[in-house]
């Protein structure tokens, strides 16, 4: 009637609407040990392979060495894996026969690095009175430049019905971060410290050249990095406190150190780069009045980025016992005058050098810029304690440690006692 009546035309073969199904299908292996293992009974060989090929699943040939090749139609796909077709033998087999009391083995999971490492982030931060957010992966164009710590990158985006707006595979997560604090104070609740352990989208494989494709260090690890992102209210120096606690929390001996940022997003002199063991680990600072003003957030704010796989490459996870210090220790003071030129990871390396072996610890005491020191000076106040393992120290021991401090101080940085 079709041909008669409404004028169609009869095709001599069938035609596809969209993409024809990919009829080679990948090879699955079928080992006839795992179905004892798996199922706690024995099915014959032949019984499985003729199960199999009854569902239009062929076998590639005879069995061999105790296994088969298997591939199944291309009207079941949801037939992937071995453990797929050990289920569909069982099916047909029948479920009735295996008894209920045959013990299946198992076998304890355990949680990888990645697991343990961001647990151990997640206890750090939650008990600095962080909460942990999750936001969508897709911001708007406008959102994602507001923090870009890496510099303008291509943006991945998709063009969607349901994303015309917020379509951009975001590049940090400070963005997303920001948009939940201002939802917060929209609702009466200032300054939510909030933190993400989540992925950002740095890069496609293709937009990637035929080089870059077959270099090694091309890995996902570095095209969608897994990120801790951070916002809170703090100054910069309890932030700064913040992240330290979490880098030596995963890797106890390790050290980290800031340099300044070039960060467009950061108020000026309020940005750094993180140094965790000298490789750049994320960013932290407080934001630029403009970046929050855009985003319509009162208070002031402080972020941190940082990367969970330099935490993994040098996480300490099993705890060193150490003894505790049989001798007192003794504290000392020392307040220099240095150029401006002079930071305090100068200062601290040259210290901790001159101060070997019964210098146990540098600490931060103060830094001063006013009428009683030149305008291209500062002043640094270091905190000193000494200590041995064997005895008591003298106060001659201790004089001798401070004055050879003092005279690399001086020979090095040409710092002068105030």
């Known amino acids: 009637m079709i041909l008669e009546l409404a004028g169609g035309e009869l095709l001599d073969e069938a035609i596809f609407a969209g993409v024809p199904i990919d009829r080679n299908r990948l090879h699955i292996?079928?080992?006839?040990?795992?179905i004892p293992q798996i199922l706690g009974i024995e099915v014959p060989q032949d019984e499985a392979v003729r199960i199999l090929?009854?569902?239009?699943?062929?076998?590639?040939?005879?069995?061999?060495?105790?296994?088969?090749?298997?591939?199944?139609?291309?009207?079941?796909?949801?037939?992937?894996?071995e453990i797929d077709l050990i289920e569909e033998v069982a099916r047909i087999h029948g479920y009735d026969r295996i008894p209920q009391d045959v013990p299946v083995p198992l076998e304890i999971s355990a949680k990888t690095l990645r697991d343990r490492v961001t647990e151990a982030v997640r206890t750090v931060l939650t008990s600095a009175g962080f909460f942990e957010a999750v936001t969508m992966s897709f911001v708007s164009d406008a959102v994602s430049d507001l923090f870009q710590p890496r510099?303008?990158?291509?943006?991945?985006?998709?063009?969607?019905s349901s994303r015309r707006q917020e379509n951009v595979l975001r590049q940090s997560l400070i963005p997303s971060l920001l948009l939940s604090r201002q939802v917060n104070e929209r609702h009466g609740n200032f300054n939510a410290e909030l933190?993400?352990?989540?992925?950002?989208?740095?890069?496609?494989?293709?937009?990637?050249?035929?080089?870059?494709?077959s270099a090694a260090q091309n890995t996902e690890a570095q095209d969608e990095p897994l990120m801790i992102g951070l916002v809170t209210g703090r100054p910069f120096i309890d932030a700064k406190g913040i992240v330290e606690a979490v880098a030596?929390?995963?890797?106890?001996?390790?050290?980290?150190?800031?340099?300044?940022s070039q960060v467009a997003a950061f108020a000026a002199g309020r940005g750094a780069n993180l140094y965790l063991n000298g490789t750049l680990w994320g960013w932290l600072g407080e934001l630029d009045r403009s970046v929050s003003d855009a985003v319509d957030l009162k208070d002031a704010v402080t972020v941190a980025e940082l990367d969970v796989g330099l935490l993994e490459s040098n996480a300490e996870l099993v705890s060193t016992f150490q003894p505790l210090a049989q001798f007192p220790a003794i504290d000392r003071d020392l307040n220099?005058?240095?150029?401006?030129?002079?930071?305090?990871?100068?200062?601290?390396?040259?210290?901790?050098?001159?101060g070997r072996p019964l210098l146990e610890r540098v600490g931060f005491g103060g830094q001063y810029r006013g009428k009683q020191i030149d305008a291209d000076?500062?002043?640094?106040?270091?905190?000193?304690?000494?200590?041995?393992?064997?005895?008591?120290?003298?106060?001659?021991e201790?004089?001798?440690c401070q004055q050879a401090v003092i005279d690399a101080c001086a020979a090095r940085l040409g710092a002068k006692l105030r």
């Not at 510099?151 to 969607?160: E, F």
């Open 248 to 260: 030596h929390r995963v890797c106890p001996g390790a050290t980290v150190t800031v340099k300044p």
């Open 195 to 213: 933190f993400e352990i989540a992925k950002v989208y740095l890069h496609a494989p293709c937009q990637k050249s035929a080089a870059q494709k």
């Open 377 to 396: 000076k500062k002043s640094y106040v270091v905190t000193l304690s000494y200590r041995a393992s064997d005895r008591t120290l003298t106060a001659e």
């Open 53 to 81: 090929t009854s569902l239009g699943i062929e076998p590639q040939g005879p069995p061999s060495n105790g296994r088969c090749d298997f591939v199944p139609p291309t009207r079941r796909r949801d037939v992937t894996r």
């Open 336 to 354: 220099f005058i240095l150029g401006e030129e002079v930071a305090w990871e100068m200062l601290e390396s040259v210290v901790r050098t001159a």
């Open 398 to 400: 201790v004089e001798k």
């Open 29 to 34: 292996t079928l080992r006839f040990g795992r």
């Open 151 to 160: 510099g303008a990158l291509p943006k991945l985006t998709v063009d969607h």
